[in-house]
Structures are given as structure tokens and as C-alpha cells.
T-cell receptor, first 113, second 111 residues
Framework: DTAVSQTPKYLVTQMGNDKSIKCEQN?????MYWYKQDSKKFLKIMFS???????INETVPNRFSPKSPDKAHLNLHINSLELGDSAVYFC????????????FGPGTRLTVL | EDQVTQSPEALRLQEGESSSLNCSYT??????LFWYRQDPGKGPEFLFT???AGEEKEKERLKATLTKKESFLHITAPKPEDSATYLC????????????FGKGTKLSVKP
């Protein structure tokens, strides 16, 4: 009965590779997000997405792209991985964009060697 | 300049020793202030949402309050299982619904 799930839990890869992280929510929510948590545990928004609009944080490199096959899924694709991409990535969802609580997945720890 | 500042960065308490965590914000047009708890290796877990100054919410040993400039998370008679990082986040008119997080307070409660 997991609400927001992510796969894989851990991802270790070489510089220059392309990888994807999957996210699924079974809460019936309309809006999903991707966050990056750096080594200092600081959480920063990367993307927010509902079925009408994608909002991209301007600091996110265009090597990162969200893909949503349907309302319950928001996957994160990363091209040409760099050392600085190493972090924990969290997916989250909320009932609708606005001042509503967001529910987070368990995170994916990405390590780029 | 950080929009959301949490203090202290770390707090060590003895079991039963009550204290407060602070979250101050500089954004205009606050739409909501959120408290989350994060355990090591896990995603943030939602605790409270506060929408307007003067609002208070309670859950077990935790009580969150909000003023026009800051929020406090009061922990009464903490237990070791309250040990975690507590995150504060805001949404405001310019954040397009996104949460803007502070850097968290790491709480350790010793038995």
C-alpha cells in the first residue's frame, strides 16, 4: 500500500552514462515533483508537473528531463551524467498544485563515479 | 539570501527535556508553511501545515505555531524515537506551488 514509490533505491553509474529513475504514486494526486537532496541534506525543487503544465527550476541543467506516461507516474531521465549529479533524488506528489502537503517517496541515491 | 532559515542546525536533548526549533522566512505572500520529519535513508514525512499567523497545530509531543515572520516546532518531553531531522518549507505567491525548504534541524534525543 505504498503511496509514493521510486525505483531503484540505489543507482551507481559511470560519468557520461544516461540513466532513469522511476516514480509512481497510487494516491490519485494530480501533481508530481522531483527534488534533489545534496550532501548537506538540502532539498531543492527540480520540477513540478501536472497533466497541463511542467514547471522547471531554472537552475536545473537540460540534461535532466521529466517524462510522465500517465498521471500516476513521473520518471526522471538524466543524460551525460556528471560527478556533481551524485545526490539523493526524491519524488513527491500532491492532490493539486498549491499550498497542499506533498507526500514523498523513499528516495534514490545516485552515485556517479 | 536564504528564504527559509532554520535554527539551530543541530540540537541534542536529554529524554524529557522540552525545547523548540525555529523556522524563519523572508518570503512575501506566504501561502503555507510545512513541517516535515526525515529519518536517515528515508523520504520526508509530513507533520503539519500552517496557513496564517496565530495558527497552531499539535500531534503527540509536537506543537507547531506560526507568526508573520517565523514558525516554532515545540517538542514536549521528547523521547529517543523523536530523533530525526526536522525540515521546514514554505510555499508563497512566487513559488508556483513548489516547496522551498530550509536546511533542517537535526535533533538527537538521548535516553
Amino acid at each position: 500500500d505504498t503511496a509514493v514509490s521510486q525505483t531503484p533505491k540505489y543507482l551507481v553509474t559511470q560519468m557520461g552514462n544516461d540513466k532513469s529513475i522511476k516514480c509512481e504514486q497510487n494516491l490519485g494526486h494530480d501533481t508530481m515533483y522531483w527534488y534533489k537532496q545534496d550532501s548537506k541534506k538540502f532539498l531543492k525543487i527540480m520540477f513540478s508537473y501536472n497533466n497541463k503544465e511542467l514547471i522547471i527550476n531554472e537552475t536545473v541543467p537540460n540534461r535532466f528531463s521529466p517524462k510522465s506516461p500517465d498521471k500516476a507516474h513521473l520518471n526522471l531521465h538524466i543524460n551525460s551524467l556528471e560527478l556533481g549529479d551524485s545526490a539523493v533524488y526524491f519524488c513527491a506528489s500532491t492532490i493539486a498544485s498549491g499550498p497542499n502537503e506533498q507526500f514523498f517517496g523513499p528516495g534514490t541515491r545516485l552515485t556517479v563515479l | 539570501e536564504d528564504q527559509v532559515t532554520q535554527s539551530p542546525e543541530a540540537l541534542r536533548l536529554q529524554e524529557g527535556e522540552s525545547s523548540s526549533l525555529n523556522c524563519s522566512y523572508t518570503v512575501s505572500g506566504l501561502r503555507g508553511l510545512f513541517w516535515y520529519r526525515q529519518d536517515p535513508g528515508k523520504g520526508p514525512e509530513f507533520l503539519f501545515t500552517l496557513y496564517s499567523a496565530g495558527e497552531e497545530k499539535e500531534k503527540e509531543r509536537l506543537k507547531a505555531t506560526l507568526t508573520k515572520k517565523e514558525s516554532f516546532l515545540h517538542i514536549t518531553a521528547p523521547k529517543p524515537e523523536d530523533s530525526a531531522t526536522y525540515l521546514c518549507a514554505v510555499t508563497y505567491g512566487g513559488s508556483q506551488g513548489n516547496l522551498i525548504f530550509g536546511k533542517g534541524t537535526k535533533l538527537s534525543v538521548k535516553p
